[in-house]
């Protein structure tokens, strides 16, 4: 026995308010972060996407204190992937490199960071270098490194016995890219 299915003449109209509320309300409010992590008005999100990879670190001896050794960060290896789970680019580095699946590439120059907790590297705010990439790369203006995990520099021995040591520690970040409107 089939039963007649019943629709609410309100239904259309409440999914077309859940989508414009999730159009207009980007994941990552900015007046949710630090000050100093908030990118300029003037700028929208065009691409949000995931990194999850490696960070290397080397052990090696403080540029300012001779014979004390300290992990320092080497550079990141990471896959980039929509909120949808596709591959959008990569990261990796030096100099740290944003690289979209089409091929275009932009490097950036760190602004600002701010600490996300015990155990995660901290959120970053990076100004898109001006570059002549054509692609999905192509005008953006900043990037921002938000709710990380994982990613700390290693807390194994670091000495002049293990100076030029490196060592790799998972990460995940949120890369949000930001182009001028």
């Given at each position: ?65 001779a014979g ?76 921002q490194r938000l709710d ?34």
């Amino acid at each position: 026995m089939n039963l007649p299915m019943r629709v609410s003449r309100s239904a259309p109209i409440y999914a077309a308010f859940a989508l414009m509320f999730s159009l207009s309300s980007p994941s990552h409010a900015q007046n949710n972060l630090p000050e100093s992590m908030q990118v300029p008005a003037g700028n929208k999100i065009t691409l949000e996407s995931v990194g999850s990879g490696l960070i290397t670190y080397e052990c090696r001896e403080k540029t300012d204190a001779a014979g004390e050794f300290v992990w320092t960060f080497a550079g990141p290896d990471a896959v980039l992937k929509d909120r949808k789970g596709n591959t959008v680019g990569k990261y990796y580095g030096p100099p740290a490199t944003w690289e979209g699946s089409d091929g275009s590439k932009i490097t950036g120059t760190q602004l600002a960071v701010a600490p996300n907790g015990s155990g995660n590297i901290a959120l970053q705010l990076v100004k898109a270098n001006p570059d002549s990439s054509k692609g999905d790369m192509q005008g953006t203006t900043y990037i921002q490194r938000l709710d990380t995990r994982g990613g700390i520099a290693p807390t194994s021995n670091c000495s002049s016995d293990t100076a030029g040591k490196r060592e790799t520690v998972k990460y995940q970040a949120d890369y949000i890219f930001w182009k001028a409107k």
